[in-house]
């Protein structure tokens, strides 16, 4: 499937989507917008996928909502599809990501800002390095949060880590980030990339129903109590078992000493 606004790449399971406006610092218009729809539901249709990598062309991430378009025919305008959705676009765009069944890796090579740090906050990990930078944006443009940073940034640093970010609105480079949790890898900058194609391979090498079981028990986990946090446990370990080749394999592989071949079935 051919993108306007986006390259697409699938390597030994691993799908990469890579944000391509470089001239906007991969701003979020409309187009790119619904490339990123159609490259995930790609990504969730395709069992031959098992990881999800997200990445920016050029010099960052991605700057947030493209501004510079203007008007509500212009390439940062809301679908007509978007303006029915009751959370709108900006709610669309993180549970598209946060909610896709696979694990996602999002690579940080520059800023992160607004509605694109709460890309980033919707994948499972972030790898990024000295010269990664994420700024809540929205206090100085008169908004409150959107995009699901009030739900992500909150869960991944603390209430008020997160409402510094926000009060302030202040930048916080790659070193902090990493520090604040932001940022699960920290490496060489350039390396943001690398770095996350290596640790979508380990991922990728691992039976994929227990990694997309798992990842469905930690998310429906984050808001219960202890013991209804136990019982979705188990749930995921009856998911997780309906891959029998692969349970056999883990175990024939174990007894023969060797690296196993996990299919998926």
Not at 65 to 90: I, M
Request: charged share 25%.
């Amino acid at each position: 499937m051919e993108y306007e606004f986006l390259t697409w790449d699938v390597t030994d399971h691993v799908a990469t989507i890579t944000l391509n406006r470089p001239e906007k610092l991969n701003a979020l218009s409309q187009g790119l917008r619904q490339d990123i729809y159609s490259a995930c539901d790609q990504a969730v249709a395709d069992d031959n996928i098992r990881v999800v990598l997200l990445a920016g062309e050029g010099r960052g991430f991605c700057s947030g909502a493209d501004l510079t378009s203007g008007g509500a025919r212009g390439a940062g305008a809301p679908s007509q599809n978007e303006r029915l959705n009751d959370l709108g676009w900006v709610g669309k765009l993180s549970s598209t990501i946060y909610e896709l069944n696979k694990p996602t890796i999002a690579a940080i090579n520059g800023v992160a800002a607004g509605a694109g740090m709460s890309v980033s906050l919707a994948c499972d990990m972030r790898i990024g390095s000295s010269r990664s930078r994420f700024k809540t944006v929205f206090a100085e443009r008169a908004l409150s949060p959107d995009t699901g940073m009030s739900y992500f940034l909150p869960r991944i640093i603390g209430y008020s880590r997160a409402v510094d970010l926000f009060f302030t609105s202040r930048a916080v480079d790659g070193e902090e980030a990493y520090r604040l949790g932001l940022l699960d890898r920290m490496v060489e900058p350039g390396e943001e990339l690398s770095c996350a194609q290596e640790v979508a391979a380990q991922m990728a090498a691992l039976p994929p129903m227990a990694l997309r079981s798992g990842k469905r028990v930690f998310q429906g986990n984050m808001d219960l109590d202890f013991h209804r946090a136990l019982k979705n446990e188990m749930f995921g370990l009856s998911f997780a078992a309906k891959s029998p080749e692969d349970n056999k394999e883990q175990r024939a592989s174990f007894l023969e000493k060797r690296p196993p071949k996990f299919t998926g079935n």
